[in-house]
Antibody, heavy 129, light 107 residues
């Protein structure tokens, strides 16, 4: 069974940093791209960024609202994706979800598709003084 | 950036009703369109990908159609567990963006 579990959230002051983790199980983590998506309280969904799998370079892309402040990385040996959030702003307050990319897969190697087939339960990040 | 606009923002329906939600993209996204269901306090769930492909395990009462800029999610016979928020999302290029959501409420 595919499972994604986020951790590391909490209350943080503006300007400070926080790192979220997404621990995966039930699938070959290294085969898939992973995304982070957030949802501000009472609002809709916003894609934050993604990281490709190593077969496609492990490169990243970000939404303009977080580019230069947030960094996504991965440790395939531990099946964990990370979201490093620096220079946090009050408008970053949200529930953060990690999501597996459905992918366009050939012979077990998956190119990023932008479709999110499994999601974690989400974790709240509150940025406030 | 491609803007996604859903309509209506909310609707009230009864069990057994046929429900249709539309999503319009600000430019052609071919068929790079997904639909998600989200219940309160829960993570979104993928229902439809590539505009019309039913995700594994999703009931067949859900269907998607459309191409280019106009897309539709249809629930053929609304069930009690279908009362939720629904979001469309394009995956044509980054940034991937979502519609503002449609709340399906009990009439």
């Amino acid at each position: 069974e595919v499972q994604l579990v986020e951790s590391g959230g909490g209350l943080v002051q503006p300007g400070r940093s926080l790192r979220l983790s997404c621990t995966a199980s039930g699938f070959i983590f290294g085969d898939y791209a992973m995304s982070w998506v957030r949802q501000a309280p009472g609002k809709g969904l916003e894609w934050v960024g993604f990281i490709r799998n190593k077969a496609y370079g492990g490169t990243t892309e970000y939404a303009a609202s977080v580019k230069g402040r947030f960094t996504i990385s991965r440790d395939d040996s531990k099946s964990i994706a990370y979201l490093q959030m620096n220079s946090l702003k009050t408008e970053d307050t949200a529930v953060y979800y990690c999501a597996r990319d459905l992918g366009y897969c050939t012979n077990g190697v998956c190119r990023v598709s932008g479709d999110f087939d499994y999601w974690g339960q989400g974790i709240l990040v509150s940025v406030s003084s | 950036d491609i803007q996604m606009t859903q309509s209506p923002s909310s609707l009230s329906a009864s069990v057994g009703d046929r429900v249709t939600i539309t999503c319009r993209a600000s430019q052609s996204i071919i068929n790079y369109l997904n639909w998600y269901q989200q219940k309160p306090g829960k993570a979104p769930k993928l229902l439809i990908y590539a505009a019309s492909s039913l995700q594994s395990g999703v009931p067949s009462r859900f269907s998607g159609s459309g191409s280019g800029t106009d897309f539709t999610l249809t629930i053929s016979s609304l069930q009690p567990e279908d009362f939720a928020a629904y979001y469309c999302q394009h995956s044509y290029n980054t940034p991937w963006t979502f519609g503002q959501g449609t709340n399906v409420e009990i009439k």
